[in-house]
């Protein structure tokens, strides 16, 4: 599921505006590497074995209460992990007034939309959201709309990042309108985290350069 977005947003944010990227922070950590990726190799697992939505929905379902439940327990940080649950919970619901396992994705598939249509009209008008997160991160404001290469570069790194929802969508819609539960819950996980954090590392060294170029270009300040 795609539960762990709201987290994964605001983790990317942080790390774009590092000067380096950590990979392992970039999944969460095997922690949440497990936490965003176990309910849905459940819920595929469980559809293989028994078929139909009741038994796949409830799976995992129950996985992620229990993850949760544990960060309970040890008393650590439970947002991402209800972050996930409420995705979980969202497409449990839509699968079971759908009545077909195939409902449990379609959550995900309408969020993935909402993203990329978000990205394109930011860079439609000019005001790339990958530019507005790392001017807003690094304290520069919007200053790199005056320049017309960083603004370029913030425009290609928002392209990078549409395009990782756009692969997303033409990948699984095709795999729902066919009903193909089991291929699109691997495609899900498949081009959940990883793909997640490996966009993720190319939209950084876009806004990485974007800011170096700019800093190269400002006279350094006179002295006397």
């Known amino acids: 599921m795609s539960g762990e977005q709201p987290v994964a947003d605001s983790r990317a944010a942080r790390l774009l505006g590092g000067e380096t990227f950590d990979l392992h922070e970039a999944i969460g950590g095997w922690r949440g590497f497990v936490e965003s990726s176990l309910p849905g190799i459940v819920f595929v697992a469980a559809y293989l074995l028994w078929?139909?939505?009741?038994?796949?929905?409830?799976?995992?379902?129950?996985?992620m209460a229990v993850l949760v439940l544990i960060r309970l327990v040890q008393r650590t940080p439970v947002v991402q992990a209800v972050s996930g649950a409420v995705g979980v919970v969202i497409g449990a619901i839509w699968a079971w007034r759908a009545g077909d396992a195939s409902g449990y994705f379609v959550p995900g598939l309408w969020l993935n939309a909402a993203y990329l249509a978000g990205i394109l009209v930011s860079m439609a008008v000019r005001w790339p959201v990958v530019g507005i997160v790392v001017g807003l991160i690094r304290g520069e404001g919007t200053h790199w709309r005056a320049d017309r290469a960083e603004l370029r570069r913030y425009q290609l790194a928002s392209a990078v990042l549409a395009g990782m929802f756009a692969l997303r969508l033409l990948v699984q819609v095709p795999l729902y309108l066919a009903g193909a539960v089991a291929a699109l819950g691997t495609a899900k996980l498949a081009m959940g985290l990883p793909l997640f954090a490996l966009?993720?590392?190319?939209?950084?060294?876009?806004?990485?350069?974007?800011?170096?170029?700019?800093?190269?270009?400002?006279?350094?300040?006179?002295?006397?």
Do not use: H, K, S
Not at 51 to 63: K, S, T
Not at 202 to 218: N, P, S
């Open 199 to 224: 966009t993720l590392w190319g939209v950084w060294l876009l806004a990485r350069d974007a800011g170096a170029a700019r800093e190269t270009q400002d006279p350094p300040p006179t002295t006397r």
């Open 51 to 63: 078929g139909g939505f009741r038994i796949p929905v409830i799976a995992a379902g129950a996985v």
